[in-house]
């Protein structure tokens, strides 16, 4: 559009009042000024999601924009921080107004949600990018890591799995019996919620986690590399929503265990906690409506085995989503 710049499409879109007492000096200088409170520690996450291979071409650009920032803020929920500051960076194959107001919109409205504050950022043109980078705050000692899991601690997950990864798929089917499925489904792809309240409360009782964005196999098994551990799953214990299970009625084609295993965007949290705490950490997810569901136990093994009713080893294709696969 002839006369718009960067700065233009900034000042248009993305300069939002100053919300957080915390911000000195947000959007429209060189650097962003902060007061980090006292005693508090900084959780830093940055997340880039890529038309096409993040989300679908066509999702509606308020979609885009809430997903940029659930995406981040899940991993603020897996240490069990409390959301502050974003910086957006965002690319553009053009500028089309009516989609940079409605993607402006979604992204305010998250911001507010969640208690966000915009700071800064960086616009430019290109393939259509989106980076948000968030910062939260965590009591120091606190947080929940990945490297924190031990042999004899237990395994839980929040929410349901594999709805995302069924999601994507009804995208491309247009005679499902009931689309009621097909609609719960990619909401949950494109509309996640991140854990946050749930998981700030949880570091009391849980020194573990790591949210599931590529898959429970292959996160799962970032949490027993950096803990030196091994763990066992039971496939049956793993939570399906009932979207998920009708649909495994109505159309066989699909992979139903891999998607529950392997596939990703689900955003929910598995967790690894002792065996000492698990009442109050149940405790604690029904006093806020989360469901919670114990789903394998951490061992000595030095290996993820995936086991069956009766016990016996379910063998996987593919562990999770990898950016850089070939066929």
């Known amino acids: ?34 007061s980090p409170p006292p005693g508090k520690q900084l959780a830093v996450t940055v997340d880039t999601l890529v038309s096409g291979v993040h989300f679908p071409v066509n999702t509606p650009a308020e979609e885009v924009a809430y997903k940029s920032l659930a995406v981040s803020l899940s991993d603020l929920a897996a240490m069990g921080a409390e959301p502050a500051w974003a910086t957006l960076a965002l690319t553009l194959q053009d500028v089309n107004e009516q989609w940079l107001e409605k ?53 839980y997950v929040t929410g349901t799995l594999g709805d995302a ?31 946050v309240e749930f998981a700030q409360k949880a570091v009391e009782y849980c020194a573990c986690a790591i949210d599931i964005s590529d898959g429970l196999m292959a996160d799962l098994g970032h949490i027993l590399k950096a803990s030196a551990c091994g763990a066992r799953l039971y496939y049956d214990q793993l939570p399906a929503s009932t979207e998920f299970r009708n649909c495994a009625t109505y159309l066989k ?32 997810a029904e006093s806020m409506g989360v469901l919670l569901t114990h789903i394998g136990d951490v061992d000595a093994s030095g290996k993820l085995s995936v086991l069956d009713s009766h016990g016996e080893l379910i063998e996987l294709k593919q562990s999770g989503y990898e950016h850089f696969a070939h066929e």
């Open 1 to 34: 559009m002839p006369g718009t710049t960067e700065f233009s499409v900034i000042e248009k879109y993305f300069t939002y009042d100053v919300a957080r007492d915390d911000v000195v000096l947000g959007v429209g200088d060189d650097c962003a000024l902060l």
């Open 165 to 195: 990864a069924l999601g994507l798929k009804l995208l491309a089917v247009d005679d499902l019996p009931d689309p009621a499925i097909s609609k719960a489904c990619i909401n949950k792809l494109n509309h996640p919620v991140p854990r």
């Open 253 to 284: 084609s699909f992979d139903y265990q891999q998607m529950i295993l392997a596939g990703g965007d689900d955003y929910e949290l598995c967790m690894v906690a002792s065996f000492e705490n698990e009442k109050a950490l149940f405790s604690l």
């Open 103 to 155: 993607f402006s919109t979604g992204f305010k409205e998250t911001l507010n949600a969640y208690g966000l504050q915009l700071i800064g950022g960086d616009t430019t043109q290109g393939p259509l990018t989106v980076t948000v980078q968030l910062t939260g705050f965590v009591d120091a000692g606190k947080a929940m890591r990945r490297d924190a899991a031990k042999p004899g601690d237990r395994i």
